[in-house]
Structure formats: C-alpha cells, structure tokens
C-alpha cells in the first residue's frame, strides 16, 4: 500500500528565509515522487520530481528536495522565501499507475 | 502548447440537478485522470482511462456519476442527480503513458457549488 504524510498543515516563514516542507511516505514499490504547488484559483503545477535517479532533485523557483530511503522522506526546500511562493503544496507518491496526494501544507510567506 | 482545458471553470446547481464537466487533455497523452478536491484536501482519483478504456474506477460512485471517453481524447465526466455533498472541485489531469514516473498534467479544474 501507498501513502503520504506531509507532516505540517501550515507554515509560515518570513520573506528571504529557508523554507521546510516536510514529507515522508509509504510504498511497497520502489516510489517515484513529486511535489506539486497549487496557487489559489489555479490549477496544479508540477515543481519537481524523483525517479530513481539522484536523490537531491532541483526544480522550478529555486526548490529542491532530497530523497532519503532510509528515513522514507521527501522535504522540499527553498533557500529564500519569496511572497510569490505562497501557496498550498503537495506531496505525491507513485506507485503502481496511481497517484496518492498527501494532505497540503499552506505556506505563508510573512513580508 | 496547450495544457489541460476545462470546461465550465464554476458551476452552481441545485441538488438533484444533473452536471457535466469536459476536459481536453494534452495532445498526445493517452491517460486521463478524474480526480475529486474537497476543501483542504488533496485530490482523489475518480477515474483513469488508458485511451477509450477505463482501467481504474474503483473510487468512482457508480450510482451517480458516470465518465465516458469515447475516441480516446476528451472526456466527459456527469453527476445526476447532484447531492450537497458533491460540491468540490473537479480537477482534469493527463500523462503521456500512465507510468509511475509519469508526470500528470492538471486542468484549472471545475468548482462545483450545490445548492
């Protein structure tokens, strides 16, 4: 079985700070994994994924993420902060052609 | 290159009253993902199709919704009648082969409002 915990509903971070958004999964399969970010009003854009390849992915606006096997984590991080990154982020898990969507963590970004 | 198009983007009905929502995938993809967004949730799969075919509806209540994707491009997805709870957003996705490692591609989606 599959599944997703993304371990914060909210988080708030001040303009220019390190973002954390954490995730840890569940799978019987050897997972691919994404993060996507949804803007209030539009529709879900991917921001990066991993599949199998290297376990720090780089993705769009200056995230990335880490694949830690032994930890079953995926966290997505930002350097810097920036109002534009306020949204709703989720972590998926893929495994088995279905997409299992974690909760959501609201990020608000403090100026 | 076009993303995913659907069509309306809001819809208010009352309940009891039948809805439909369209969605044109990207060209080229051969899956098509239905998935249900309750407020302060993640999506949920409805429904996905491989081409014409539905190969996963397992989450989709069959005794009032119902989806068709009869030449394997766009798909139409209909409640009837409509009940309080189905108010939601209706997100549209697609993915070039429906692997793991696949990225889905999402419509805007269809905010539904039951009144």
């Known amino acids: 079985a599959q599944s997703v915990t993304q371990l914060d509903s909210h988080v708030s971070v001040s303009e220019g700070t390190p973002v954390l958004l954490r995730c840890n999964y569940s799978s019987s399969y050897s997972p691919s994994l994404f993060w996507y970010v949804q803007h209030p009003n539009k529709g879900l854009q991917l921001l990066l994924k991993?599949?199998?390849?290297?376990?720090l992915v780089k993705g769009i606006n200056g995230f990335e993420a880490e694949f830690k096997k032994s930890e079953t984590s995926f966290h997505l991080t930002k350097p810097s902060a920036h109002m534009s990154d306020a949204a709703e982020y989720f972590c998926v898990v893929s495994a088995g052609n279905q997409f299992y969507f974690g909760t959501g963590t609201s990020l608000t970004v403090i100026p | 290159e076009a993303g995913v198009v659907q069509s309306p983007r809001y819809k208010i009905i009352e309940k009891k009253q039948p809805v439909a929502f369209w969605c044109n995938p990207i060209s080229g993809h051969n899956t098509l993902y239905w998935y249900l967004q309750n407020l302060g949730q993640g999506p949920e799969l409805l429904i996905r199709?491989?081409?014409?075919?539905?190969?996963?509806d397992s989450q989709l209540p069959k005794d009032r919704f119902s989806a068709e994707r009869l030449k394997g491009v766009d798909s139409t997805l209909k409640i009837q009648p409509a009940e309080l709870g189905d108010s939601a957003v209706y997100l549209c996705?697609?993915?070039?082969?429906?692997?793991?490692?696949?990225?889905?591609?999402f419509g805007p989606g269809t905010r539904l409002t039951v009144l």
């Open positions: 991993y599949t199998s390849a290297a376990t």
């Open positions: 199709y491989e081409n014409e075919e539905a190969v996963d």
């Open positions: 996705a697609s993915s070039l082969e429906g692997q793991s490692t696949d990225t889905q591609y």
